[in-house]
Nanobody, 119 residues
């Protein structure tokens, strides 16, 4: 089992910055890929960025050049630095961790943190 707790969301003006954190506990050594997803009202949940245990990253086109994903394995924490925020970045942001299983991959989710960008 893996438990994930997000923090750092809030209200920010367009052009501002926020840093999200995701604290992981439980059987985290079995996780490989971790990522940030977001879901705006009435829309599907989309991937924002992902990072492997080795530090390889990938980003959604909307996040490239503005967001940076990182992880500190000594603190069991993942981060998402978000700069140059836009109103369209408004969403609930979720942390996810993928645990390899014999049958495939099990994905764990955090409870989400609200990010609101005012124009």
């Amino acid at each position: 089992q893996v438990q994930l707790v997000e923090s750092g969301g809030g209200l920010v003006q367009a052009g501002g910055s926020l840093r999200l954190s995701c604290a992981a506990s439980g059987n985290i050594f079995s996780t490989n890929v971790m990522g940030w997803y977001r879901q705006a009202p009435g829309k599907q949940r989309d991937k924002v960025a992902a990072i492997t245990s080795g530090g390889s990253t990938n980003y959604a086109d909307s996040a490239k050049g503005r967001f940076t994903i990182s992880r500190d394995n000594t603190k069991n924490t993942m981060y998402l630095q978000m700069n140059s925020l836009r109103p369209e970045d408004t969403a609930v942001y979720y942390c996810a961790a993928d645990q390899p299983m014999t049958w495939g991959v099990r994905r764990y989710w955090g409870q989400g943190t609200q990010v609101t960008v005012a124009s």
